[in-house]
């Protein structure tokens, strides 16, 4: 059924190489080094397991929270649901249209008015652009940004770079909407706006993964929630009883 | 790879938007906007004709300099300014790759469809060359659809094959430029290339921009009918290194979000 999601076994880890980006004389060094030596290649990289054995079932219509801390591997669950990345073993399995608002201003260009921006970020995101004539006027709308349209981006204040990239994947239509912690830009007034907006999205039919450390919103908006912890998913279940897990675990390790 | 063609084919609008995207961030804040368009092959071929067609007195087989250089040119500068954008196009996107789902090629693709886009502008110049030097025009000139389809399929593939070897060893980054510059002399684009000795002229002719470029201001400029047989060859050529890249390509793609 469209919508749904379903981790089995997941891993996922990345190389952390000792420059970020290869050196072709590293390379190059490294291939006749073998030939020379005759050994087999190497596995001196450091690894980072992002996740060590993921296995969760998402049913369509559903608003799942993920909280835990940095590097817990959230981002990376996400980043695994839209295909930007693929597992080390293990499988996912997607089924329905993606929506992601992962990253403020990921997809928008300086240089393009606000109006450029509104057709091109849609694009980005997959919508026609009949889609994006229909909704203009509500994306605009949403967006409380008529004044400022016209004007390039690389004018605007952190927050309506936020408004402007939101109010896009507000109007989107997809099953599966994923959101990585956006919220933490843009006026009380705007974030509470969104939170409606999410909500409204998952009592529909739809599919929400929502990453956040605002457990206030996640309380609001998911039906369950699941800790991420070192790469584990530690608890999965009701909001309710999640959160009090996850806030005890937290008070008593600022304690020790 | 129909698969591929497929899938590509989901994303065409996304596709003209960033070709859009690529168009208006050129040439914006820049006084002469798309004027630029014309002007890399305009000056270039000033420059050429001054030094080579005056001081050196290149031969041009009976044409004016200035339309026998600017009918290399013009292919010569798609090929250019296609490697020059669109090898970065992956790098250079990075936010978009780790972030948001869509078939990669789409980024070197848009570089593409912006540099055809300036080279139908800068072909008003062409045209204004035949006039002004009074150059005949024969049916041969139909010719240039399948040169220019096999000079699209080229930079295309060789796009494919840089942009994403630049994402694994960023040093190509300075090694495209000078690359680039280096086959400008490869490539008949200032002297004919009949000026090439016979016995080297076999291996000359492998690079299939030479030919490409060198039939294409045969069937122009000079009205006569490129080498067919010769051709084909080339086209053949040009798509197994399609069929290579396009591989290549897609086999990293992969692991772009990764390594980026």
């Known amino acids: 059924m469209s919508g749904s999601i379903e981790f089995s076994k997941v891993r996922k880890t990345y190389s952390i190489s000792r420059y970020k980006y290869k050196r072709l004389s590293e390379d190059f060094g490294q291939i006749i080094g073998r030939i020379l030596t005759r050994k087999k290649r190497s596995l001196q990289k450091e690894k980072l397991e992002a996740l060590k054995g993921v296995s969760f079932k998402i049913d369509p219509g559903e608003s799942v929270g993920i909280i835990g801390k940095n590097g817990a591997g959230k981002s990376t669950i996400l980043k695994l649901i839209s295909k930007v990345t693929f597992p080390n073993s293990g499988s996912v399995a997607v089924d329905g249209k993606i929506g992601a608002f992962i990253e403020l201003g990921a997809g928008l260009h300086p ?146 | 790879m129909s698969k591929w063609f497929k899938e590509l084919l989901l994303f065409k609008e996304l596709l003209f938007a960033l070709i859009l995207r690529e168009i208006k961030v050129r040439y914006k804040q820049t006084a002469l906007g798309a004027l630029w368009a014309i002007m890399q092959p305009l000056s270039l071929m000033l420059i050429f004709t001054i030094i080579f067609g005056f001081f050196l007195k290149v031969d041009s087989q009976g044409i004016p300099y200035p339309i026998f250089s600017y009918s290399a040119l013009l292919p010569w500068t798609f090929f ?47 045209i204004a060359l035949f006039f002004i030097f009074r150059v005949p025009i024969s049916v041969n000139i139909l010719y240039v659809l399948p040169i220019g389809f096999l000079m699209f399929i080229l930079t295309a593939a060789t796009l494919l094959f840089l942009s994403a070897l630049v994402v694994i060893w960023r040093d190509l980054k300075f090694v495209i430029p000078l690359f680039t510059q280096i086959l400008m002399f490869a490539t008949p684009v200032i002297y004919p290339i009949e000026k090439i000795p016979q016995n080297f002229k076999f291996v000359y002719k492998l690079n299939p921009l030479a030919t490409l470029i060198s039939d294409f201001r045969d069937v122009t400029v000079f009205s006569k009918s490129p080498d067919l047989k010769n051709l084909l060859l080339i086209g053949l050529i040009i798509l197994i290194f399609f069929i290579v890249s396009y591989t290549l390509f897609k086999k990293i793609e992969r692991r772009f979000a990764d390594i980026i």
């Open chain 1, 111 to 256: 240089e393009l008015s606000g109006r450029e921006n509104i057709y091109l970020y849609g694009a980005i995101l997959g919508m026609k652009r009949k889609e994006i004539n229909e909704k203009f006027g509500d994306i605009v709308n949403f967006s409380e940004l008529e004044k400022f349209l016209d004007t390039p981006i690389k004018r605007y204040s952190s927050g309506m770079y936020a408004r402007l990239g939101f109010s896009v994947v507000a109007f989107m239509n997809p099953d599966i909407l994923l959101i990585d912690e956006v919220l933490a830009v843009g006026d009380k007034g705007f974030q509470e706006k969104c939170l409606k907006k999410m909500k409204g999205f998952s009592r529909g039919s739809k599919t929400l993964v929502f990453v956040s450390h605002n457990l206030e919103a996640i309380k609001y908006i998911c039906t369950r929630v699941m800790i991420m912890d070192k790469g584990r998913l530690k608890k999965m279940g009701k909001p309710k009883d999640v959160i009090k897990e996850y806030l005890d675990i937290y008070s008593q390790k600022s304690l020790e």
């Open chain 2, 80 to 126: 250019s300014t296609s490697i020059s954008f669109g090898s970065l196009s992956i790098v250079n996107n990075s936010n978009l790759i780790t972030k948001i789902y869509f078939p990669r090629e789409v980024l070197p693709l848009a570089s593409l469809g912006a540099a055809a886009l300036d080279f139908f502008i800068a072909c008003l110049i062409f």
